[in-house]
Structures are given as structure tokens and as C-alpha cells.
């Protein structure tokens, strides 16, 4: 099972490699469309202790909640894009580390941060989604692996 929640997650964001998310409408039907299908209704988000000056919560909840964080976290930038490193099988979460790099649409000013992902995954959705400053910590989040 927990090789096919790698490939759930990575079919998630393969749409999304090479694009700026800054661009996207997050309300755009046709997106809340795509994310109804990747993750539970009541899909669970923990956010990363940096705010770079946001009104950004600790948490989120639904795929509204999803919905507000990326249109909150992605308002200030003109362009924001995130690599993927890799996949890592952790049973009943998959582990992304990421390099994520976006330019301020008023400062042009640049941010590159980088950080792991913890996204749990049941019957076939993301159930919840919990961001790490390191691979370390998300694989102790993460629990003893089979």
C-alpha cells in the first residue's frame, strides 16, 4: 500500500511541476475540482513556523481551508515555484522534500526556502499534511516504518 500513496502524492503535483502557482486561480472551479480528488473533505494542514510577514495560521482544515492557505501564502508573489526532491515511503505517509523559490510582486525581492512535507494518505486521498523545516523531523512525525 504504501508504494501506491507515493504514487497518489506524486500524481497530486506532477500537474503542478515547472508552473507558477502565483499564476493559478485556487477558486477556479477546475482546480477545486483537482483538489477534491487528491484530498479528503476534511483534509488536515499544518503549516511551517515561518510566516514572512503573512496572516497565515498554525492550521487549516477542508479543502476550503486548503483552499485559503495557497491563496494566502501565494498572494505576495508574482512568481512562485516548488522542486519536488523527491518521494519518500514512510507507510502511511509519504515524506516531499522540497526547494520552494518565489520573487515578491511589489519588492521583486527573492525567497528560497526549503522544507519537508509529511502527507498521510487513506483510501487514496491526502487525509492530512503536516510541513517540517527538516527531513529529520518529519520522519520522527512520521513514526516506525513497517
Not at 510577514?53 to 508573489?77: A, H, N, Q, T
Not at 494518505?121 to 527531513?135: K, P
Request: proline share 3%; net charge negative.
Amino acid at each position: 500500500m504504501s508504494q501506491e500513496n507515493v504514487e497518489i502524492v506524486r500524481s497530486t503535483f506532477e500537474p503542478f511541476e515547472g508552473v507558477n502557482l502565483a499564476e493559478i486561480d485556487w477558486s477556479a472551479e477546475v482546480i477545486r475540482e483537482a483538489l477534491g480528488r487528491a484530498y479528503s473533505p476534511d483534509i488536515r494542514l499544518t503549516t511551517l513556523a515561518i510566516r514572512l510577514g503573512l496572516d497565515i495560521s498554525d492550521s487549516y482544515r477542508g479543502l476550503d481551508g486548503l483552499v485559503e492557505y495557497l491563496r494566502k501564502w501565494l498572494e505576495p508573489f508574482s512568481e512562485y515555484h516548488v522542486e519536488n526532491l523527491d518521494y519518500v515511503d514512510a507507510g502511511e505517509c509519504v515524506l516531499v522534500p522540497s526547494r520552494q523559490v518565489g520573487v515578491g510582486s511589489g519588492s521583486g525581492a527573492r525567497v528560497e526556502l526549503e522544507l519537508t512535507t509529511l502527507y498521510e494518505v487513506r483510501d487514496g486521498r491526502i487525509t492530512r499534511v503536516h510541513q517540517y523545516d527538516t527531513m529529520a523531523e518529519a520522519l520522527e512525525a512520521a513514526g516506525p516504518r513497517d
